[in-house]
């Protein structure tokens, strides 16, 4: 990992860097292959009243929102209740993801725990294309995926983190992560205050997507409901 400044102030960005190879992907090229043809598919099933466009919206949203994200959102909530999970999850995060009953899968072997605190804040990124941990946080969302956030995330941390609503102190120490195809990561967001009396249960579901990539505060009552 290496550390950079920018001209907000020095933060340390710990960017993981392998190359294109290591990601395997042709970042520059256009869809082809199963992107393609499902994207065919899914037209065709559509002109034809198969299936109806807003029906596809409400699954991917189920699979982005809700279904996917809750897995690491139960990781996390045994991770504020569990003083001595919470150490094996900073120390081995693949195997105590695994311990939490989370299947490891593709895209999801070799995972790294970062834990928000007062002092630092951690963000995760994938500058070469959109590496993501789908066992634990369920489908990427688009701007994930989007070139002004792979490449603001670094230049412009602290811009992109205000757009998303995360003011953070200047003391603070912003960490930029980036993802590749060996190695994934997962923010343990900092418990809200007021949610002490919660159980596990009550605590995963008040833990968003965009908290565990660090682009959000967990709230304590939620603002809202959903990612």
């Not at 195997?95 to 970062?114: D, F, N, R, S």
């Not at 701007?143 to 200047?170: H, I, M, N, P, Q």
């Not at 304590?220 to 990612?227: D, E, N």
């Amino acid at each position: 990992m290496s550390a950079h400044d920018d001209q907000d102030r020095p933060q340390a960005r710990h960017v993981h860097n392998d190359g294109g190879a290591a990601h395997g992907h042709d970042h520059n090229a256009p869809d082809s292959g199963p992107t393609l043809r499902v994207k065919a598919l899914e037209a065709l099933l559509i002109e034809k009243g198969i299936v109806e466009a807003q029906a596809l919206d409400a699954l991917v949203d189920t699979y982005e929102h809700r279904v996917g994200p809750r897995n690491g959102a139960r990781v996390v909530a045994r991770a504020w209740t569990d003083p001595a999970y919470k150490k094996r999850l900073l120390a081995d995060a693949t195997a105590a993801i695994a311990e939490a009953g989370v299947a490891p899968g593709l895209e999801g072997e070799h995972m790294v725990a970062l834990e928000n605190t007062p002092k630092v804040h951690n963000l995760v990124v994938c500058t070469l294309c959109s590496c993501y941990p789908w066992p634990v946080l369920g489908l990427p969302p688009v701007w994930y995926k989007s070139a002004a956030y792979r490449s603001r995330a670094v230049s412009d941390t602290r811009g992109v983190l205000r757009e998303f609503g995360v003011e953070l102190a200047r003391g603070v120490e912003v960490r930029v992560w980036d993802s590749s195809a060996e190695l994934r990561y997962l923010v343990i967001p900092m418990r809200p205050r007021g949610s002490e009396k919660l159980g596990v249960d009550e605590l995963a579901a008040i833990v968003t997507r965009d908290a565990m990539i660090g682009t959000a505060i967990v709230k304590y009552p939620p603002a809202s409901a959903g990612g």
